[in-house]
């Protein structure tokens, strides 16, 4: 095969992909966005006026959604939604939403490469978590993604509601852990754009903060003080 061919084939599969992406993104319900942080600044971080709830209203603002949606993996908190204020925003402010998902299994802070791999190969089975939205609990992914989306439509929202997954890590590095929230950005990636598409979005959420959060370069450089901190419980800025 000549060269010449070659790169014809490879920009029309690229030219393809991307006009497969643009057009799911017209009739799907979720903008996959990407990782929002590395570890937390303060705890809770998911919390009116906070560093990364500003980061969420401002991105959300930015591109003229009236809503933004952050992934979890579940813990003890209920996920309620709450109100970020953005003067870019018409309204002047975002209402952020959020989703968890709930393993049956044990509570995991680091990674199950197994899981990962099983993950990356086939998809998240849909019978294999339960989920949480505003101290509501979800037996189905269909169901808590319904609520989201009438969540979102009930406040105005037209088109899909960014995503971002939450991201943190309590120990280690970010590079090798994905984070808080990863497995449940790959469901509905995968859900909503197809196995392609969800690689896609997983390896352009990754380096989202990165490139794209201002809080990122404070996030590492003092990442293990950070992590230190709240494991100790220090982070907690509401106990007084």
Same mark, same amino acid.
């Given at each position: 095969? %000549? ?16 006009? /497969? ?18 570890? %937390?600044?303060?705890?809770? =971080? ?8 500003? !980061? ?9 959604? %009236? ?12 996920? &309620? ?12 402010? !975002? ?11 044990? $509570?995991?802070? $680091? !990674? ?5 791999? /099983? ?7 849909? =019978?294999? +978590?339960? +989920? &949480? ?15 989201? =989306?009438? @969540?979102?439509?009930? +406040?105005?929202? @037209? ?5 971002? $997954? ?37 390896? %352009?959420?990754?380096?989202?903060? /990165?490139?794209?959060?201002? +809080? ?13 901190? /709240? ?10």
């Amino acid at each position: 095969m %000549k060269r010449s061919t070659l790169i014809t084939i490879i920009m029309a599969i690229i030219l393809i992909f991307g006009a /497969y992406l643009w057009l799911m993104s017209q009739i799907s319900l979720i903008e996959p966005v990407g990782r929002l942080s590395v570890t %937390k600044l303060g705890n809770p =971080d998911m919390f009116p006026n906070h560093g990364n709830a500003a !980061v969420l209203g401002e991105y959300a603002a930015k591109t003229g959604s %009236k809503c933004v949606l952050v992934v979890h993996y579940g813990g003890d908190s209920n996920y &309620r939604q709450f109100h970020q204020e953005s003067f870019l925003s018409a309204s002047g402010e !975002v209402k952020v939403l959020e989703l968890a998902f709930i393993d049956p299994s044990t $509570y995991k802070t $680091y !990674v199950d490469w197994g899981e990962v791999i /099983y993950s990356f190969l086939f998809g998240v089975p849909e =019978d294999r +978590y339960t +989920y &949480r939205a505003d101290g509501i609990f979800f037996e189905t992914f269909d169901e808590a993604l319904m609520y989201i =989306d009438t @969540e979102a439509q009930n +406040y105005g929202q @037209e088109g899909p509601i960014p995503m971002f $997954y939450h991201g943190t890590v309590r120990t280690g590095g970010p590079y090798l852990n994905p984070g808080c929230g990863f497995p449940l950005y790959t469901q509905i990636s995968w859900k909503e754009y197809g196995r392609f598409g969800a690689y896609y979005y997983i390896a %352009k959420g990754l380096i989202w903060p /990165y490139l794209s959060n201002k +809080y990122y370069p404070y996030e590492i450089s003092h990442l293990s003080d950070l992590q230190k901190l /709240y494991n100790e419980g220090k982070l907690d800025y509401t106990i007084t």
